[in-house]
């Protein structure tokens, strides 16, 4: 565990604005983490967990608190075979996008979609990770946290993530901090089936086609990068701050209500 003060969160964050955090603490190992987030919340100081700063917008007037940056690693398959699927705990820290090109590389199938969104393993959960598809309530099998509140380890199945459209149990609050994230990969050369129309078409092959893991990790960067959605530090046009919008999902009532009020407008 390493400290710094005064650091400009600007720094920390993919869109590089933001003033000084007073303090900022970097946490290597999951221990480190839990340690320094019990000794801010002991203090009842202020607290920021940051991961990959991609989902962060920071004022200039910066933070006036202790800066908590996930810098953990591990990715631990814990069993693998054709019935149960890769069981795999990867820590919070982990850069996503390598995750998904090892998961790739080692014929684990169902987030090849996800491939090319910035940020860490810890932030998928959150907001449920989507794209192309795919999202990750799909592979998540469990999420150990640490829950601010009751001061304790807390682990969530699946089930009770809460996982909806770009949405969780984790999100909109700060009780727990994702400590890491347990996935069941399907063991497959092939892709999950393509689900989503312009990829399908970029591949060449009818939506629901399964096609080799690394042609679907490619066609998806290949759309990402063509939308302005990858990241490179080296490449100043990239900086995108990705899409801030999610797309609507209407009840059939509310459809029928939009429907007349675009009739309405029409004349
Ligand atoms: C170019 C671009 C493209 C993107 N494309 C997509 C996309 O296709 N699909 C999609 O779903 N999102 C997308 N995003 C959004 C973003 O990448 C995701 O929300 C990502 O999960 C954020 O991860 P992060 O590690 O950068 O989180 P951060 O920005 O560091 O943090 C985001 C929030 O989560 C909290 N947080 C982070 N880690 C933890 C943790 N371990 N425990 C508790 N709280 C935590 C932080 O406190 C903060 O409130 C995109 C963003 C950009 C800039």
Redo the contacts with the bound molecule.
């Keep these: 565990m390493h400290e710094q003060h005064d650091v400009p969160l600007s720094t ?4 590089r604005v933001g003033g000084p955090a007073s303090r900022v603490v970097t946490a290597e190992t999951t221990d480190e ?1 839990v340690d320094a987030v019990r000794e801010v919340d002991d203090a009842d100081e202020p607290l ?9 917008l920071v004022s200039d007037d910066g933070f006036e608190g202790t800066v908590v940056r ?1 810098a953990t690693s591990g990715i631990t398959p814990e069993s693998a075979d054709y019935c149960g699927g890769a069981v795999v705990r990867v820590a ?2 982990e850069v ?1 996008d390598d995750v998904v090109a090892h998961a790739v590389a080692q014929g684990w199938a169902g987030v090849e979609g ?1 491939s ?9 959960p ?7 598809g795919q ?1 990750v309530s799909q592979t998540v099998a469990q999420v150990r ?1 640490w829950d601010r509140q009751e001061q304790a380890v807390r682990t969530f199945m699946n089930a009770d993530c809460a996982f909806t459209y ?1 949405h969780s149990r ?2 909109g609050h ?1 009780r ?4 890491d994230v347990v996935f069941q990969f399907e063991v497959a050369d092939l892709s999950r089936p393509v689900a989503y129309a312009a990829l399908a078409k970029g591949l060449g092959v009818e939506l629901g086609t399964r096609v080799p893991l690394s042609d679907a990790r490619e066609a998806v960067l290949e759309q ?1 990068r063509a939308r ?4 490179d530090d080296a490449d100043p046009d ?1 900086w ?4 801030f919008f999610t797309n609507p999902i209407l009840s059939r009532h509310e459809f029928d209500d939009l429907v007349e009020r675009v009739g309405e407008r029409l004349g």
């Design positions: 920390l964050t993919t869109m983490l920021l967990v940051v991961s990959g700063g991609s989902n962060l996930i919070a820290g996503w996800l090319g969104i910035p940020g860490l393993t810890g932030a998928t959150i907001q449920n990770v989507g794209a192309y999202d946290t770009r984790f999100k700060s727990y901090v994702v400590l990402r302005g959605m990858v990241l990239t995108s701050c990705g899409s």
